[in-house]
Nanobody
Framework: QVQLVESGGGLVQAGGSLRLSCTAS????????MGWFLQAPGKEREFVAAIAWNDNTYYADSVKGRFTISRDNAKKTVYLQMNSLKPEDTAVYYCAAGGRVSWAIDEYDYWGQGTQVTVSS
């Protein structure tokens, strides 16, 4: 069983930056695909970014050029660097682990607790 613990959320002004971290337990982190999703109040969870076991990365169009996903296998941690933040980025951000990289929620087997990101105007 994999446990994911997220941190790094907070309140930031528009145009600012945050870096989210998600640290995983489990013996197969290096071979897992990792993803970040967001969920705004009253809305379904949406894909943000993902990174495959071979470090290929994928991004939603809305964050491309502003957000960067990366992983550190030695630390069993995945990061989401968020720059040029906009008020519409405000949401709870979740990290997820799965067997293959995907934009689909049901492709991921494990989820973190979520961390709140609030961007003020």
């Amino acid at each position: 069983q994999v446990q994911l613990v997220e941190s790094g959320g907070g309140l930031v002004q528009a145009g600012g930056s945050l870096r989210l971290s998600c640290t995983a337990s489990g013996r197969s982190f290096s071979s897992s695909a990792m993803g970040w999703f967001l969920q705004a109040p009253g809305k379904e969870r949406e894909f943000v970014a993902a990174i495959a076991w071979n470090d290929n990365t994928y991004y939603a169009d809305s964050v491309k050029g502003r957000f960067t996903i990366s992983r550190d296998n030695a630390k069993k941690t995945v990061y989401l660097q968020m720059n040029s933040l906009k008020p519409e980025d405000t949401a709870v951000y979740y990290c997820a682990a799965g067997g293959r990289v995907s934009w689909a929620i049901d492709e991921y087997d494990y989820w973190g607790q979520g961390t709140q990101v609030t961007v003020s105007s």
